[in-house]
């Protein structure tokens, strides 16, 4: 009789572990989804940054152009006024 229980009760753990197995196996891939997911969301913000970043330097390098051609307009204009009070001392 105690061979009988003993079978039982292997009986009663295989049963419950395959469910256990089942639901250990859903598990793993729903947390093999999220971590595609978080690899997924991870890869567009590195991509946001760099295109952040290239973007910064665009701009940086368009505000270094618009600063160095504000100073070639008032160096032509200074020019200019020089020339212009020479042609009226001249006249």
């Known amino acids: 009789m105690g ?7 292997r009986y009663l753990l295989l049963i419950a572990a395959v469910p256990f197995i089942y ?9 093999s989804r999220y971590a595609d997911r978080i690899a997924d969301a991870i890869e567009a ?11 910064i330097d665009q701009i940086s390098l368009q ?3 618009l600063l160095s051609l504000e100073e070639e307009k008032k160096r032509q204009d200074q020019e200019c006024r020089h ?6 001392d001249l006249e």
């Open 3 to 9: 061979k009988c229980c003993s079978c039982d009760y």
């Open 23 to 31: 639901i250990q196996m859903r598990l793993f891939v729903t947390q």
């Open 45 to 55: 913000e590195n991509q946001c940054t760099r295109q952040t970043r290239l973007l």
């Open 63 to 65: 505000k270094e152009r």
């Open 83 to 88: 020339l212009r009070a020479l042609v009226q």
